[in-house]
């Protein structure tokens, strides 16, 4: 199902006209988003942890949950059935997660030194990464939202090794959850993670510099390359073993995106802005997800 693109922000000169912007308003970082119920969504300033909400109908998102101090905000996802906002941390090391039915802060987690760059749910939980150690971490989650306990799981093969100083970052999860996926931002790629045994393969894409947050539907991940302003579309095969970038999604409007969430056929990519630390006027950029 398509969605109609909000028109409410123009595009600039030479930009696709279906492009839209939302303002983060106020926000002085960000890095994560969130797609939440309908159109809904949720995004993070970065160094601040704060949560915004907004709706890709608007042309503006306010701020919606105050985190308490020392806090940050990177990869993050929502869970309709119990609505937990799971957070991932940063250079703090921790998970966090939040009730946005009453805008509480309902779990803190200490995973590891490091940082800890994404998140992502199945049916066994919230996984989170770290961008300085080859391993993940499990919250487990019931049914009813109960925050149960903490498992490390250590990567074995490709996706353990860390070259660079970011290494493992986005994460998303296929096959109804029996496979994660993880992006290596020192290695340019993804890789297959078996969630049992902390296995991981190589997924043969050619090279993805600059890979940050990733999501999938179907056999299809998008891979956003923050520097290199764009997003790639990637068509896995059958077993996962390879991909093929079926399409690049750029936008005159990209600058340093990190992460995005999907809505039907449209995709909302946050942009960082890393090449500008004092900018003081962050956005969500919609662009059509072309599946």
Do not use: C
């Amino acid at each position: 199902m398509a969605l109609i693109l909000p028109t409410a922000v123009p595009a600039s000169a030479g930009e696709s006209p279906r492009d839209s912007v939302i303002v983060l308003d106020g926000a002085t970082s960000a890095e994560g988003i969130a797609a939440g119920r309908g159109t809904t969504f949720y995004a993070g300033e970065l160094e601040s942890g704060d949560i915004f909400k907004g709706d890709i109908r608007d042309s503006k998102a306010t701020r919606f949950i105050d985190a308490p101090a020392g806090r940050q905000a990177v990869g993050m996802k929502f869970d309709a059935g119990t609505n937990l906002l799971f957070v991932a941390g940063g250079q703090t090391g921790k998970a966090f997660v939040y009730n946005t039915g009453t805008k509480e802060a309902v779990g803190e987690f200490t995973l590891a030194p490091g940082f800890i760059n994404d998140v992502t749910l199945t049916r066994d939980g919230a996984w989170f990464t770290n961008s300085a150690r080859g391993e993940l971490y499990r919250l487990q989650v019931s049914r009813e939202g109960e925050l149960e306990g903490l498992e490390t799981v250590p990567l074995k093969g490709p996706a353990a090794e860390l070259p660079g100083p970011f290494n493992l970052n986005g994460i998303t999860s296929v096959q109804g959850d029996r496979v994660l996926i993880v992006a290596h931002s020192a290695k340019q790629a993804l890789f297959t993670v078996d969630p049992d045994t902390g296995q991981s393969a190589l997924i043969d894409t050619g090279a993805l510099p600059n890979v940050d947050g990733i999501i999938a539907r179907g056999k299809t991940v998008w891979v956003v390359q923050n520097f290199l302003n764009q997003v790639s579309r990637v068509k896995l095969n059958h077993d996962l073993s390879s991909g093929e970038v079926r399409d690049v999604i750029t936008s005159d409007s990209f600058q340093i995106p990190t992460t995005a969430a999907l809505f039907g056929n449209t995709l909302a990519v946050v942009n960082a802005k890393f090449d500008e630390p004092a900018a003081d006027l962050h956005e969500v950029v919609l662009v059509p997800a072309r599946e």
